[in-house]
């Protein structure tokens, strides 16, 4: 009886699905640079011209891409199908983003819950970090700092939900709901005890997830969520009424 040879697997092939596997876990996110070709074939174990084969299979695919000037980097195929439109749609009807704001509250509960149960040591110094320094922000009254801390905080709470799709969701969301979130959180930084609920809430869920308690670390994070849309919404009816009476004012 004839066995089936089994087709050897081209060192290119295992190359490309390390890096495919690292664009997945979110080690190489979307916009960064690989590292120079001899100092990345040396990482890997592999040949320079293995390497080089890797990368134009994934360029092919479309999840990497070269830049004028040099530099392979990693593309953002979700983001910019998923933005690019919907930016434009959320500036052309508002409405739209309690929608959005829901869609964020719900990855977010699930993220929670998830994270408590599957998260690591590494996930929790994560964590712990993004607290900090959204704390320090807070702090120092740096808008710019705390939206980055946000940012940071919510994506390292879907990364250790260990979901990729989950992960690649929460980047998208984040970057629509970016100015929204930089206008919010300036605007909370004038009311001292709003920052100081902000910081409670993400820690209850640090906590949660910590003592591996997925209901409490989903409330935490219902919670949290809550906090932010109605925030959001009480700041944007606030900056109508002081454009209504700067109109007024420069009427009179």
Not at 52 to 64: D, P, T, Y
């Amino acid at each position: 009886m004839h066995q089936t040879r089994q087709p050897v697997r081209r060192i290119s092939d295992t190359v490309a699905h390390e890096l495919e596997q690292r664009i997945l876990e979110g080690v190489l996110k979307p916009g960064d640079r690989l590292p120079a070709e001899r100092e990345l074939a040396e990482e890997l174990g592999v040949s320079r011209p293995s390497l080089r084969e890797a990368i134009q299979k994934l360029a092919s695919r479309g999840l990497l891409h070269s830049r004028q000037g040099g530099g392979t980097f990693v593309a953002d195929l979700l983001g910019a199908t998923l933005s690019n439109p919907w930016l434009q749609m959320l500036s052309d009807h508002p409405d739209l983003q309690v929608d959005l704001l829901e869609m964020r509250a719900l990855i977010e509960t699930q993220a929670a819950e998830w994270a408590a149960m599957r998260a690591t040591a590494a996930d929790i110094q994560r964590l712990q970090s993004a607290l900090a320094a959204h704390n320090a922000a807070g702090e120092s009254a740096d808008a710019v700092a705390a939206a980055e801390a946000d940012q940071e905080f919510h994506q390292a709470l879907s990364d250790a939900a260990h979901n990729v799709f989950l992960s690649h969701l929460t980047g998208v969301l984040s970057s629509l709901l970016q100015e929204d979130i930089l206008f919010n959180l300036g605007e909370l930084m004038s009311v001292p005890v709003a920052t100081r609920m902000l910081l409670d809430q993400r820690t209850a869920i640090v906590q949660a997830v910590i003592n591996q308690s997925p209901e409490a670390a989903r409330q935490a994070a219902a919670t949290h969520a809550g906090f932010f849309r109605e925030t959001l919404s009480q700041a944007q009816r606030a900056q109508a009424r002081r454009e209504t009476a700067e109109r007024r004012l420069s009427a009179a």
